[in-house]
């Protein structure tokens, strides 16, 4: 079988790694590295072939299998109802970055992208004492678009529709292992224009200011 080195960025910079890939008829497999102090690691997609009512090249993601060193780590499985759907550019939905900043690369993959190119991704942080993945599910109720590890932050943002104008952007940080608000602003549209609501938190106080904006000034910055 043919090693391919991919090094294609996604949009949110999620790809900007070499990865090796190997298609399967009822696998894939992508390796990567983690940590440099660590061996590489394997993640072996498996499909669902059976599951009826998808489009044409579609397929859920039945589970992945994790092995490193030539050993099973684990297995990451996915319910029906829950499995990310992916087309023939299924490397895509998989990468790896450091999500919470901890020095490691942990694994993501895409849940869903929305009809503007937003995209929400199962989050798996890597357990250092542990060596495996654990699921971080609030994670993905989030629409990613950056992580500033330099920062601390991850900065989410979802568009809505109305050319734009209805939208979420929010800015989280890392708290003890937790992903916590510091700011989230979004517009809706309401009698002749819209509605912006940012939501701010400062030593665990929450602010809350609602602004009426004019349907020609909507991408007006606050």
């Not at 599951?51 to 029906?80: C, K, M, N, W, Y």
């Not at 994670?139 to 920062?151: E, M, R, T, W, Y």
């Amino acid at each position: 079988m043919l090693n391919t080195v991919l090094t294609r960025s996604t949009r949110v910079a999620l790809l900007a790694l070499a990865l090796l890939s190997v298609s399967a008829a009822q696998s894939s497999r992508v390796v990567g590295i983690i940590h440099r102090s660590l061996p590489p690691f394997e993640f072996l997609v498996y499909f669902d072939n059976n599951r009826g009512g998808l489009a044409e090249g579609a397929e859920p993601i039945d589970h992945i299998e994790v092995r490193s060193a030539g050993r099973h780590i684990q297995t990451i499985h996915f319910a029906p109802q829950d499995a990310p759907i992916v087309d023939g550019r299924w490397v895509e939905a998989l990468s790896l970055r450091d999500v919470d900043c901890d020095g490691y690369k942990d694994l993501l993959v895409r849940k869903a992208a929305g009809i503007h190119g937003d995209d929400w991704y199962y989050l798996y942080r890597f357990n250092r004492a542990r060596g495996v993945f654990v699921a971080y599910p609030r994670f993905s109720s989030l629409p990613l678009k950056n992580v500033n590890c330099g920062a601390n932050i991850v900065t989410t943002y979802v568009n809505s529709g109305a050319a734009g104008c209805a939208y979420e952007s929010g800015t989280y940080h890392w708290v003890d292992g937790e992903l916590l608000p510091m700011r989230i602003e979004s517009q809706e549209v309401t009698d002749g224009g819209f509605i912006r609501i940012i939501r701010s938190w400062s030593t665990g106080t929450e602010t809350v200011v609602k602004q009426i904006v004019d349907a020609h000034d909507c991408h007006r910055p606050n």
